[in-house]
């Protein structure tokens, strides 16, 4: 009786070993699949013995929000390099269309001396001298004449406004030296007016010597008085002009010479006997300090700082972009493998 069921045991295992040996790699596959769909399969809490909720986040889940998340920042990212990409743009056509001003001073000891352009109708200059360090001594026979130490050249020309009239300019020479407070003082007399009030007109112009170098006097001083503003000193003061000098450098390379003045007014005590239609007039021009003022419009938009900051900006994007596609691709695989494994556990547990 025994023999009969030993032989038909030894045949059924021996099938099963014939079985084995002929597909090994599925078997283990197969036994891989297993462990690895128990590892994610959510037993039912009969078997656990405990009560649980019916829905738990894997690690998997929590790996897509994850990368959900990154995906957005990144979008954020590239949204806001963009933006930077239109403001970079944005700010140097601005710049291109708005140049800085950019002001510099030069500190010179010895100017080029300017020439001082006197309109004095019927008034008579009594006198011109050259003095330094600010003083001036007191004076000697006011209202006479006295020593005229002064390069000056006499010249008339036609009003470059009304093409009609002539004009008489005296041209004084200017102060130089700057370091020893150089200083000119003229005196001029009126003797005798028929208007309301009493002045005498002057312009300042950049150089003496380019008006003595000209051939071509008259028309230099029209040029002059067409660029140049002029100013007033009146009778019975004493008028002392500070000078200072001012460059202006334009867009096509060209330079235009601007005085700027400080101008302070002392009442002269006249104590001569004369007619009330007797006028007196002083007037003191120097330096107010030795730095030449240079202005000049720069374009602050530097094309290499855009095209670097740009570059960074675009290689930014393309890195940002990159993550975004890995990313999407690696979701994509997730997702796929969940679903493989969550079929593969539904096959188990049927």
């Known amino acids: 009786m025994l023999r009969p069921e030993i032989s038909a ?106 020439g001082i352009a006197f309109y004095p109708g019927k008034a008579r200059l009594l006198s011109c001298k050259h003095h330094y360090y600010d003083h001036i001594p007191p004076l000697i026979n006011p209202g006479q004449p006295g020593d005229i130490e002064c390069t000056t050249q006499r010249i008339n020309y036609t009003d470059p406004f009304t093409n009609q009239s002539m004009k008489y300019a005296l041209v004084v020479q200017g102060p130089r030296d700057v370091k020893k407070k150089e200083l000119v003082f003229l005196q001029f007399h009126l003797n005798g007016t028929d208007q309301d009030f009493s002045a005498i007109d002057y312009l300042l112009f950049s150089s003496f010597q380019e008006f003595i170098n000209s051939p071509e006097k008259a028309e230099f001083m029209k040029d002059c008085e067409s660029s140049y503003s002029s100013w007033k000193f009146s009778g019975g003061f004493r008028t002392w002009v500070k000078m200072s000098l001012v460059k202006t450098k334009e867009e096509d390379g060209s330079e235009t010479v601007e005085f700027k003045q400080e101008t302070s007014v002392v009442n002269y005590i006249d104590q001569r006997t004369k007619p009330r239609s007797d006028q007196l007039f002083f007037v003191v021009f120097e330096w107010k300090d030795p730095f030449i003022q240079t202005v000049q419009d720069i374009v602050t938009a530097n094309p290499w700082n855009m095209i670097a900051l740009l570059c960074g900006i675009f290689l930014a994007l393309f890195k940002a972009a990159d993550f975004a596609k890995l990313s999407v691709k690696w979701m994509i695989k997730i997702r796929k493998r969940h679903r493989k494994r969550s079929h593969q556990v539904r096959n188990h547990i049927n």
């Open 9 to 114: 045991s030894y045949q059924e295992l021996s099938e099963d070993v014939e079985r084995v040996s002929e597909n090994p790699t599925d078997e283990r596959e197969g036994e891989m699949e297993v462990h690895e769909d128990a590892s994610s399969v959510i037993l039912p809490d009969s078997e656990l013995g405990t009560t649980a909720p019916s829905l738990r986040f894997s690690k998997t889940c929590l790996k897509n929000v994850f990368s959900v998340i990154l995906l957005f920042i990144y979008l954020l990212l590239m949204a806001v390099a963009v933006f930077l990409v239109y403001q970079t743009i944005s700010d140097f056509r601005e710049k291109l269309k708005h140049p800085v001003m950019s002001v510099s001073y030069k500190e010179v000891s010895l100017y080029d001396a300017p």
